[in-house]
Antibody
């Protein structure tokens, strides 16, 4: 079955870096765009970034632009999120999700279980 | 930027009740609206895409409607497993931005 498994979360000091991974299985990973979405403690969902199936296009939320980088390895069926210069407000559960679209409408399905990132000194 | 506003923010209802959650966009988004269910510690789950299309495997008691700026998610007869937080999400501004509503927490009465 289609499965996404995130890893790489943990406690990181403000200003430092962390790389998240999302291992995909059960579908042809190289033909789908992928997203990162996060949820801060007690808050709602916030879209973070998207990458095209071939890595040619990438878009970011204003809150992470210039600090986070989304990438993928289609040989390893893995999605990444490189988080640099992290801030306390980046503390959240980070989810990866597959990009689906029909006639301009885009949605996220499925999602992984998430990995928790805590930014704290 | 397109803002999404859900109402109510929280809702208490009994098993078997009919429940409606509303999502309003700050501008016309056609039918570029999707609904998700999220339970604590679990992966969010797609329920409805393109405003009214039921995702495969989702029970038929869930339905969505609307177009333009006003949308609704209806659960026709609440089941115990439906108590969760529900989010709407717009993709009209894709690929540069995807916005969620603030969520509606559905609790047991």
């Amino acid at each position: 079955q289609v499965q996404l498994v995130e890893s790489g979360g943990g406690v990181v000091q403000p200003g430092r870096s962390l790389r998240l991974s999302c291992a995909a299985s059960g579908f042809n990973f190289r033909t789908y765009g992928m997203h990162w979405i996060r949820q801060a403690p007690g808050k709602g969902l916030e879209w973070v970034a998207v990458i095209w199936f071939d890595g040619t296009n990438k878009y970011y939320a204003d809150s992470v632009k210039g600090r986070f980088t989304i990438s993928r390895d289609n040989y390893k069926n893995t999605l990444y999120l490189q988080m640099n210069s992290v801030r306390a407000e980046d503390t959240a559960v980070y989810y990866c999700a597959r990009k689906l679209a029909v006639r301009g409408n885009n949605w996220f399905d499925p999602w992984g279980q998430g990995t928790l990132v805590t930014v704290s000194s | 930027d397109i803002q999404m506003t859900q109402s109510p923010s929280s809702l208490s209802a009994s098993v078997g009740a009919r429940v409606t959650i509303t999502c309003r966009a700050s501008q016309d988004i056609s039918n570029y609206l999707n609904w998700y269910q999220h339970k604590p510690g679990k992966a969010p789950k797609l329920l409805i895409y393109a405003a009214s299309s039921l995702q495969i495997g989702v029970p038929s008691r869930f339905s969505g409607s609307g177009s333009g700026t006003d949308f609704t998610l209806t659960i026709s007869s609440l089941q115990p497993e439906d108590f969760a937080t529900y989010y709407c999400q717009q993709s009209y501004s894709a690929p540069r931005m995807y916005t969620f509503g603030q969520g509606t927490k559905l609790e047991i009465k």
